[in-house]
């Protein structure tokens, strides 16, 4: 049960950051607390670069190549933690079905703020999106992740 509240944490955390950061703004990032935690944060965060790959890519066709390019260089440069991330998961769900419909609930809330992204300004919403998809790609594969969340990479670093 700690691990569902966990993951609704984790949606609730992106649905505050999402239309905050396409206007700009900065706010603090949630960290793990504990190795279930990271490993459920890992997989939310590779399940929405997934689901914000396609709905850029469909939005920004001309920004598609970029943004995969972007998203396989942070799957590269974190390969070994994603890779535990998903072996636990993988064990997690099994044990606890309604994990994985808290993923179909990320991807819901996901397209969600791409709607209020759209509808906020909807003469540049082009450029708004842009702004979002832009900077989202461009941080995982920077690696400032690594910065924003230390604790969930310590974890899943010391996993067995």
């Known amino acids: 049960m700690q691990f569902i509240r966990m993951v609704t944490l984790?949606?609730?955390?992106?649905?505050?950051?999402?239309?905050?950061?396409?206007v700009a703004q900065t706010l603090?990032?949630?960290?793990?607390?504990?190795?279930?935690?990271?490993?459920?944060?890992?997989?939310?965060?590779?399940f929405s670069a997934q689901v914000l790959l396609r709905e850029c890519s469909a939005r920004l066709p001309d920004q598609a190549v970029e943004m995969a390019?972007?998203?396989?260089?942070?799957?590269?440069?974190?390969?070994?933690?994603?890779?535990?991330?998903?072996?636990?998961?993988a064990e997690m769900a099994e044990k606890q079905p309604a994990l994985r419909e808290q993923l179909m609930q990320t991807e819901a809330y996901l397209k969600g703020n791409f709607t209020l992204i759209?509808?906020?300004?909807?003469?540049?919403k082009v450029y708004a999106v842009?702004?979002?998809?832009?900077?989202?790609?461009?941080?995982?594969?920077?690696?400032i992740w690594r910065k924003r969340t230390p604790r969930l990479y310590q974890l899943l670093d010391q996993a067995p």
């Open 10 to 22: 984790v949606v609730l955390v992106t649905a505050a950051q999402i239309p905050a950061q396409a």
């Open 130 to 143: 842009s702004i979002f998809c832009h900077q989202h790609f461009a941080d995982l594969a920077s690696g």
């Open 28 to 46: 603090g990032y949630s960290d793990a607390d504990n190795p279930s935690q990271a490993v459920g944060m890992m997989k939310t965060n590779v």
């Open 118 to 124: 759209e509808k906020t300004n909807p003469r540049n």
């Open 69 to 89: 390019g972007q998203l396989k260089r942070w799957q590269t440069a974190e390969a070994h933690d994603i890779e535990r991330a998903e072996h636990y998961w």
